[in-house]
């Protein structure tokens, strides 16, 4: 048994995940994660099949539930998109945007079958939408000193490629270097002591929030800017 199945099997057996698909819509959450097992299994006809079924009925999705729907059009246009039903898929895609516009995955995903269709009009479009939401490439802090033993954090919206990081610091002429330690979504991802005002760090970023947190661990550091860039 797969590794998928192996999971699965656990889930069913705690009743997390049912035998097969619940065509009620009643646990959304549930639904979302039993649809990403078979999605997982290459199951994207079974998929399918409950996407159908979705758009017969009528669905009420609290508000509390929308991420957890959101992810289930969006499994449903992806399992389109692996059988080739490219129209189809970009239905789904647009529905899920309705419920959250500035949802960067779906916008990802729709940019990804424009491609596939060869829009060239369309995709500038969705990528001009992308563009406005995804973080600034250069973030100026001004008056910015990080204390011994704090921290300076920063959430920046990046749609899942590989970048590079630079944080600048101000040049210090104290005799001890300050030690640093930099996470990069609760990752450790650098931790030196500084020797140039400028550390580069190459990064793999996921689509949405990622989070930066620079540390000074032995003494304040005074952190100016940061700048990222795709590789």
């Known amino acids: 048994m797969s590794a998928v199945g192996e999971l699965e099997s656990y889930l069913r057996d705690r009743g997390l995940v049912g035998e097969k698909l619940n065509a009620s819509f009643d646990n959304l959450d549930r639904l979302s994660l039993q649809l990403l097992l078979y999605f997982k299994q290459n199951r994207y006809r079974d998929i399918v099949i409950m996407g159908r079924l979705l758009q017969q009925g009528f669905v009420v999705v609290p508000e509390e539930k929308r991420e957890d729907y959101v992810k289930i059009l969006q499994l449903v246009g992806d399992s389109y998109q692996k059988i080739d039903y490219i129209y189809d898929a970009g239905e789904f895609y ?21 491609e596939r269709l060869n829009d060239d009009r369309k995709i500038r479009e969705i990528k001009k939408r992308i563009d406005k939401l995804m973080s600034p490439t250069e973030i100026v802090l001004k008056n910015l000193t990080i204390n011994k033993g704090r921290s300076f954090s920063r959430t920046l ?34 931790e030196n002591y500084l020797k140039e005002e400028v550390i580069s760090i190459p990064l793999e970023s996921k689509v949405g929030e990622n989070a930066i947190q620079v540390v000074a661990i032995n003494r304040a550091v005074d952190l100016i800017g940061l700048r990222w860039k795709t590789t």
């Open 94 to 114: 647009q529905k899920a945007l309705e419920i959250e516009p500035e949802n960067i995955d779906t916008l990802l995903r729709i940019c990804q079958n424009y």
């Open 157 to 190: 919206i990046l749609d899942g490629r590989k970048i590079i990081l630079d944080l600048h610091f101000k040049n210090s002429r104290e005799d001890i270097s300050p030690l640093i330690t930099v996470f990069f979504n609760e990752r450790v991802v650098w």
